[in-house]
């Protein structure tokens, strides 16, 4: 009896303790389930948080000689005091720019190669593509122009690198970004106007020709050693040319052209107040005591301004290299094909009834 009777409050005691831990561990999982139930998932719970960070930081990918140049630099505290907001800033070549961007890791692409930009634009993934500066390229070399390119064309001046580079001339060789970045498109659409296929006929062609894989200033270093050529943009070439044996060779042609555009990165996962700081950025940009800022920018220090802003020179160029650069950016989605181009017929037509 007795025995039956100990049994039986073990068992019991068993019960009472199986039922608190499973009252307690249902009490524990509450909080966990009270989003829930006002309707919110317990994942999304940090999403605020999250969006009010981002708020205050703005990442922007962009290319190598807005960074070695250092005008992002000059510009970063005026917008950040503006806007209350840290600028993230990386700079890459800018294919590689743009493949950030495309990637999500980027909210403002920054960038100086037209053909990509509307590639980009088309693609629905940036909106609002403004022009803001422009400079020209230049083909740099050694004081005693050892190919004889001197008032050259562009194109006339790489056809005779190239011709001379494949013979071994003696001291001629070229060294190229090689990275897919402004620069390098610039390089090979001036290689497609002189009727050369880059890739068959100009890349891994012989010892001459060399890419560096490198950003801009890494790059003039490089022909600086070498006693090579190069083209560069003229804001980097100025930033640097104190420590470099290169001087400007070529500096008149329409294919030097070098127009700098920026635009707000989009996807559907962009939080909204992201894609409006990104519009900020934009407007900042064009806005007349900015374009006054980049007007002025390296006079002191180099003799002349490093960057013709939109506001003072538009340059003629291709269709659709020159962005728009005095409306406000004020999308925040991508505008549909279709109404685009009832917008596009409208201006045209516009535009036709007010020369008659």
């Known amino acids: 009896m007795t025995k039956t009777v ?18 307690a561990g249902c009490t524990s999982q509450a909080p966990a389930t009270t989003p829930a139930a006002s309707g919110t998932p317990a994942a999304t719970a940090a999403t605020p948080v999250a969006t009010g960070s981002a708020q205050n ?23 950040e005091k503006q806007y209350n907001v840290t600028l993230k800033i990386t700079s890459q070549g800018t294919g590689k720019a743009i493949e950030l961007a495309k990637n999500g ?11 990509q930009e509307l590639a980009f634009m088309k693609s629905n993934n940036g909106i609002n593509r403004r022009s803001f500066a422009s400079n020209s390229f230049v083909i740099v070399g050694p004081a005693d122009d050892p190919a004889g390119i001197k008032g050259m064309t562009p194109e006339a ?3 005779t690198i190239y011709l001379k580079g494949m013979n071994k001339t003696a001291k001629v060789a070229f060294i190229s970004r090689g990275d897919n ?25 012989g010892d001459w020709y060399v890419e560096a894989g490198k950003g801009m200033g890494e790059t ?20 640097y040319k104190k420590d470099l044996n290169l001087v400007p060779i070529i500096s008149n ?25 990104a519009n900020n950025f934009v407007n900042f940009l064009i806005a007349p005591d900015t374009q006054a800022a980049i007007g002025s920018y390296g006079v002191d220090k180099y003799g002349k301004a490093l960057f013709i802003p939109m506001s003072v020179t538009v340059p003629t ?31 045209t037509t516009a535009a036709a009834a007010s020369t008659k």
């Open 6 to 23: 100990h049994v039986g409050i073990i068992t019991v005691m068993i019960a009472i303790l199986f039922v608190t831990a499973c009252f």
């Open 57 to 79: 930081t703005l990442l922007i990918a962009t290319t190598t000689s807005l960074y070695d140049t250092k005008l992002l630099d000059y510009l970063q505290p005026m917008f």
């Open 105 to 115: 890791d980027a909210d403002v692409l920054l960038v100086h190669s037209p053909s």
């Open 157 to 159: 001046a790489l056809t």
């Open 181 to 205: 970045s402004g620069t390098h498109s610039a390089e090979k659409a001036i290689w497609s106007n002189a009727k050369y296929n880059y890739t068959t006929q100009i890349q891994k062609s």
């Open 220 to 239: 003039l270093q490089m022909a600086g050693e070498k006693g090579a050529y190069a083209l560069t943009d003229e804001g980097t070439y100025l930033a």
């Open 253 to 277: 042609g329409a294919s030097l052209l070098n127009i700098y555009s920026v635009m707000t990165v989009y996807n559907d996962k962009q939080p909204a107040d992201k894609i409006q700081m």
């Open 317 to 347: 160029a291709p269709a659709g290299y020159v962005g728009d650069h005095t409306t406000p950016a004020t999308a925040v989605a991508p505008v549909p094909a279709a109404t685009a181009t009832v917008a596009a017929t409208s201006a």
